[in-house]
Every structure is written in structure tokens, then in C-alpha cells.
């Protein structure tokens, strides 16, 4: 293979993703030509509604994953969060690389922590995972809707006069942004994050052997099976962005431990439960999520938080 395109959304945190995945397949196999091709989606063009109000899975990938089976490209570069349940049939995650920091940020003008915020403070998040542990922490603050890029949610932040805004720690550092000064980032423990928020998924064609002999490289084992612990989770839940659901993995050294959250955002209930694990990644994402239903959580799924 002498070619090879990658397929992604046209943000800018979008495309330093592609380039990273750009640069070191190019790097891993001298002679090798990478491209590549934009291509929006229906979560890029619908901007006026928050994602639970447009509905549906898949508003980040669904016109990528598309462009794979047409064969107008060869490789789609995800954020794993943005990626609902599993692989359509014909399609499979080759790599998953090694994960960035997971962690949510607050974003404000002088870093406050999320406890120094002042009384009735203003928070920008469009995420109903991240609107219920707001409300959760600081059940006086209030939740403004924001969305677009990193760039247009500071602007925004500003403009409105917003005391802060809450982004993905990812994507700051990715881009250049994280700042100590005027980010704080919140504990994992605190503020449970999205599910696969940090790590990036490469998707290929399932018969398409010469891509993934090629892209295969950039997978990272430990940070594949955190990630179908979180996803296994997810998926017995049959959680999507109408829902506050989180769960964050990692790998010690006594195996795998794995915390789940479901909350509301109306009231700020959140229910957690943490298990350990040295079986199969799925199968504890499975065990917390029933342990969560056996807390009741079915009912806060069953709301859907509208």
C-alpha cells in the first residue's frame, strides 16, 4: 500500500488528532502517503440544539463510518466517546492508542476550583452527564448550554459572561490550551468522565488486511481493554447522550478496576459503584452496570433526563 486516507471531522482538535495518527504512520512505514479528507457530520452541522434534544447515536461518526464503506477512505479517526456502542457489522476498531487524560475540566478566567465558584455562578456544558454532577457539586450553580469548538466555547464564555466553562482535558492539552493557571481539572473520583473521553479510536474496514496491518501498530493493549470495560459498561445500559452516564477504568496492580455513575439532572441524584476485575474487560463493565441497576438506576435511565 503506497496511499492511505484518513478520514475525519473538520475541527481543529479534530484534525491535530488526524495529524497525530497522520505523522506516525508515515513515520512507521517510510514510502507511505497518508491524506486526509474532511468530512462533516450531522453532529458538526446541527449547532442550534443541544445533542439529547437532536437524538440519535452516532451524531459524530455515522457520516464517516459512510465514507469507510463507500471506500472513499481507507481509515476513520474517532474520539472514542463520541463512538456509540459497537462497530457496525462490517466495520471494526483496529487501534485504539495510548489514552490522554480523562479527566474533565473547569474552565475559567482565574482557575478557580469548582468549590471557590461564587453563589448562583453560571456554567456552560451542553453535556447532560456533565449538567447532573454540576448540580451534584453545586446544586445552586446554573447550566447554560454551550456548544462548537473549544475556540467558540471560550469565546462564548467571555461574550456571555459566563463564570466557567466545562471542557474535556483532552482536547485542551491536544490543542494547545490547557493552562494551570485558569484550568482546574477535576479528579476522576469527582467528577466521573465520559465513557472513552481521552482515547482515540482508529476504524477500519473489517476485511481490509493491508490497512490493518498498518494502522495495528498504534494500538495500546492496556488502554484497549480499560476502554471495553468502560464501552461494556455503556452498552449494558444501552446508554447514549439522552442519558448522564459515566465510568472511568484503569489498570493496577491487582487487576482492573472499574467506577460507573448514572445520574439525574433535574435532582443531581448520582449513583456510583467501583468494582475490581482480572477477567474480561467487557464482563466488568457488565458487573457495574448491573450493580447500579440493583441501585436503582433504571429509574434514572428510564427519565432520560428530558
Same mark, same amino acid.
Given at each position: $500500500?503506497?496511499?492511505?486516507?484518513?478520514?475525519?471531522?473538520?475541527?481543529?482538535?479534530?484534525?491535530?488528532?488526524?495529524?497525530?495518527?497522520?505523522?506516525?504512520?508515515?513515520?512507521?512505514?517510510?514510502?507511505?502517503?497518508?491524506?486526509?479528507?474532511?468530512?462533516?457530520?450531522?453532529?458538526?452541522?446541527?449547532?442550534?440544539?443541544?445533542?439529547?434534544?437532536?437524538?440519535?447515536?452516532?451524531?459524530?461518526?455515522?457520516?464517516?463510518?459512510?465514507?469507510?464503506?463507500?471506500?472513499?477512505?481507507?481509515?476513520?479517526?474517532?474520539?472514542?466517546?463520541?463512538?456509540?456502542?459497537?462497530?457496525?457489522?462490517?466495520?471494526?476498531?483496529?487501534?485504539?492508542?495510548?489514552?490522554?487524560?480523562?479527566?474533565?475540566?473547569? #474552565?475559567?478566567?482565574?482557575?478557580?476550583?469548582?468549590?471557590?465558584?461564587?453563589?448562583?455562578?453560571?456554567?456552560?456544558?451542553?453535556?447532560?452527564?456533565?449538567?447532573?454532577?454540576?448540580?451534584?457539586?453545586?446544586?445552586?450553580?446554573? #447550566?447554560?448550554?454551550?456548544?462548537?469548538?473549544?475556540?467558540?466555547?471560550?469565546?462564548?464564555?467571555?461574550?456571555?459572561?459566563?463564570?466557567?466553562?466545562?471542557?474535556?482535558?483532552?482536547?485542551?492539552?491536544?490543542?494547545?490550551?490547557?493552562?494551570?493557571?485558569?484550568?482546574?481539572?477535576?479528579?476522576?473520583?469527582?467528577?466521573?468522565?465520559? #465513557?472513552?473521553?481521552?482515547?482515540?479510536?482508529?476504524?477500519?474496514?473489517?476485511?481490509?488486511?493491508?490497512?490493518?496491518?498498518?494502522?495495528?501498530?498504534?494500538?495500546?493493549?492496556?488502554?484497549?481493554?480499560?476502554?471495553?470495560?468502560?464501552?461494556?459498561?455503556?452498552?449494558?445500559?444501552?446508554?447514549?447522550?439522552?442519558?448522564?452516564?459515566?465510568?472511568?477504568?484503569?489498570?493496577?496492580?491487582?487487576?482492573? #478496576?472499574?467506577?460507573?455513575?448514572?445520574?439525574?439532572?433535574?435532582?443531581?441524584?448520582?449513583?456510583?459503584?467501583? $468494582?475490581?476485575?482480572?477477567?474480561?474487560?467487557?464482563?466488568?463493565?457488565?458487573?457495574?452496570?448491573?450493580?447500579?441497576?440493583?441501585?436503582?438506576?433504571?429509574?434514572?435511565?428510564?427519565?432520560?433526563?428530558?
Amino acid at each position: $500500500m503506497k496511499k492511505l486516507i484518513i478520514g475525519s471531522r473538520g475541527s481543529r482538535l479534530a484534525l491535530i488528532q488526524a495529524e497525530w495518527v497522520k505523522h506516525r504512520l508515515e513515520e512507521a512505514n517510510p514510502g507511505l502517503r497518508v491524506e486526509i479528507k474532511i468530512i462533516k457530520t450531522k453532529g458538526d452541522i446541527i449547532l442550534d440544539r443541544t445533542l439529547d434534544k437532536v437524538g440519535g447515536k452516532g451524531l459524530f461518526v455515522k457520516e464517516i463510518q459512510n465514507a469507510l464503506f463507500d471506500g472513499s477512505i481507507d481509515l476513520a479517526v474517532h474520539s472514542m466517546k463520541d463512538v456509540p456502542g459497537k462497530s457496525p457489522e462490517g466495520l471494526r476498531m483496529v487501534a485504539i492508542p495510548e489514552r490522554e487524560d480523562p479527566r474533565d475540566v473547569l #474552565v475559567t478566567e482565574d482557575g478557580k476550583s469548582w468549590k471557590d465558584l461564587p453563589e448562583g455562578a453560571v456554567i456552560g456544558t451542553s453535556s447532560v452527564r456533565r449538567q447532573a454532577q454540576i448540580k451534584t457539586l453545586r446544586p445552586d450553580c446554573q #447550566v447554560k448550554p454551550i456548544r462548537g469548538n473549544i475556540e467558540t466555547r471560550i469565546r462564548k464564555m467571555k461574550e456571555q459572561k459566563m463564570d466557567g466553562i466545562i471542557l474535556a482535558a483532552a482536547g485542551l492539552i491536544r490543542s494547545g490550551y490547557y493552562d494551570e493557571s485558569r484550568h482546574f481539572a477535576f479528579s476522576e473520583e469527582v467528577f466521573i468522565p465520559a #465513557v472513552g473521553q481521552g482515547a482515540l479510536g482508529c476504524e477500519i474496514r473489517q476485511k481490509d488486511t493491508a490497512t490493518a496491518k498498518i494502522v495495528g501498530i498504534l494500538d495500546d493493549p492496556a488502554t484497549r481493554r480499560i476502554i471495553e470495560a468502560e464501552r461494556g459498561f455503556l452498552n449494558y445500559l444501552e446508554g447514549d447522550c439522552h442519558v448522564p452516564v459515566g465510568a472511568y477504568g484503569s489498570i493496577t496492580e491487582n487487576g482492573m #478496576v472499574l467506577t460507573g455513575m448514572v445520574a439525574c439532572v433535574q435532582t443531581g441524584k448520582r449513583l456510583t459503584a467501583r $468494582m475490581w476485575g482480572k477477567d474480561e474487560a467487557e464482563k466488568l463493565g457488565i458487573q457495574v452496570a448491573k450493580e447500579l441497576l440493583q441501585q436503582g438506576a433504571g429509574e434514572l435511565l428510564a427519565a432520560k433526563n428530558i
